[in-house]
């Protein structure tokens, strides 16, 4: 809105570059009387009507403040332009930015299930070592406390993930439209 603004602002000041012209017309009928009445019935008479037509015309001889006006717009939609990419850049930046983030925690997440998967086997192999007798059970609760540490941080790093989705969509400005009511026909 302001970079049309500006380029509103600067065909103002080109404009303002042409000489002037202004065309004036009036019509003046008088009515005289000693009541209302009677001057009412003298304006619609059509004696004594005045009319007058001018043309003004000016014509600045070097038009220095028009033109430095004029330069002044160019310049102020220049920088509005300017700072409108600036503002792109930086929305890019942030957006870029957040699905990196993205898909960090979400190979993140993929890791810590595979982890979680593996440390789950690794305890149900020691499960059954301690059923035929060749181990104990403090080696099985440190397996099981293993596998239960890997699956909290497999959620963990899940819910992480999801956050960071919704911190995108957030950023896109694409999480109202998906949950606001009456957006969808």
Same mark, same amino acid.
Do not use: P, R
């Given at each position: 809105n302001t970079v049309k603004a500006k380029k509103l602002q600067l065909t103002m000041k080109k404009n303002n570059l042409w000489p002037e012209m202004n065309l004036t017309a009036s019509l003046k009928r008088n009515g005289?009387?000693?009541h209302f009445k009677q001057a009412v019935q003298q304006i619609s008479e059509e004696d004594n009507p005045e009319?007058?037509?001018g043309l003004n015309i000016s014509i600045p001889l070097e038009n220095n403040e028009a033109k430095s006006?004029?330069?002044s717009a160019e310049l102020e /939609? %220049?920088?509005a332009l300017i700072e409108l990419k600036l503002i792109e850049r930086k929305v890019a930046t942030v957006i870029l930015n957040q699905a990196r983030d993205c898909q960090v925690l979400q190979q993140s997440a993929k890791t810590k299930e595979k982890i979680a998967?593996?440390?789950k086997k690794k305890f149900e192999e020691q499960e059954k070592r301690f059923s035929h007798g060749r181990s104990d059970t403090d080696t099985l609760i440190r397996f099981q406390e293993d596998f239960? /540490? %890997?699956q909290r941080e497999a959620a963990q790093s899940k819910y992480e993930?999801?956050?960071?989705?919704i911190d995108l969509k957030r950023e896109e400005g694409t999480l109202l439209k998906e949950y606001w009511e009456g957006t969808n026909p």
């Open positions: 005289l009387g000693d009319i007058f037509a006006q004029f330069k /939609k %220049a920088k998967d593996l440390q239960l /540490k %890997a993930y999801q956050l960071s989705l």
